[in-house]
């Protein structure tokens, strides 16, 4: 069973820094891309940044403007979300979630898709 | 960017209903659409992926169509563990974008 435990979420202040974790389990970490959504209290989702399962390839969004970092550690089968400069903006539930999908009869490593969440890590941005 | 516009942002049906939602690119992205259901006070869960396509252990009540630009989720026979938000996603190109989610209610 694939299991993503976040952690690291907490109050910080405006400008300050943080760095999520996700521990990730049940599957092969490597062979799958990653990524972490964001949601804004009372809001929808927001992709945040992702990267490919050798970690190779990085992918953000425009609002990250350098600020955000992800990362990950293969041998430790950890994701990360270094996150620098924070505004309130930032404040939200993140979460991470492993890329691909499932069909009835085969699990297919395609990027882009997220078939499984972690429960999420509040990131609180307050003066 | 790829804009992702969802409709409607709610809807209230009645169990056993039939429930369409839809979502339009502002630009093509082909089948390269998910569908996700967020439950209240939980994280999302895939539905559909490229476009039609059920995600194993979902429900055969869901569906997904692609009509042109359109695309659709439908719930054919609403019940009541179906209350939630739905959201759509493109899958096509990076950055990955979100519609604004449709919350479902009874």
């Known amino acids: 069973e694939v299991q993503l435990l976040e952690s690291g979420g907490t109050l910080v202040q405006p400008g300050g820094s943080l760095r999520l974790s996700c521990a990730a389990s049940?599957?092969?970490?490597?062979?799958?891309?990653m990524g972490w959504v964001r949601q804004a209290p009372g809001k929808g989702l927001e992709w945040v940044a992702g990267l490919s399962g050798s970690g190779a390839e990085t992918n953000s969004a425009d609002f990250v403007e350098g600020r955000f970092s992800i990362s990950r550690d293969n041998s430790k089968k950890m994701l990360y979300l270094q996150m620098n400069s924070l505004r309130a903006e930032d404040t939200a539930v993140y979460y991470c979630?492993?890329?691909?999908?499932?069909?009835?009869?085969?699990?297919?490593?395609?990027?882009?898709?997220?078939?499984?969440w972690g429960q999420g890590t509040l990131v609180t941005v307050s003066s | 960017d790829i804009q992702m516009t969802q409709s409607p942002s709610s809807v209230s049906a009645s169990v056993g209903d039939v429930v369409t939602i839809t979502c339009r690119a502002s630009?093509?992205?082909?089948?390269?659409l998910a569908w996700y259901q967020q439950k209240p006070g939980q994280a999302p869960k895939l539905l559909i992926y490229v476009a039609s396509r059920l995600q194993r252990g979902v429900p055969l009540r869901f569906s997904g169509h692609r009509s042109g630009p359109d695309f659709t989720l439908t719930i054919s026979g609403l019940q009541p563990e179906d209350v939630a938000t739905y959201y759509c996603q493109q899958a096509d190109s990076f950055p990955l974008t979100f519609g604004g989610g449709t919350k479902v209610e009874i």
């Open positions: 979630a492993k890329e691909g999908y499932c069909s009835n009869t085969s699990c297919y490593a395609e990027r882009k898709h997220f078939d499984s």
């Open positions: 630009r093509a992205v082909s089948d390269w």
């Open positions: 049940g599957f092969t970490f490597s062979l799958y891309g």
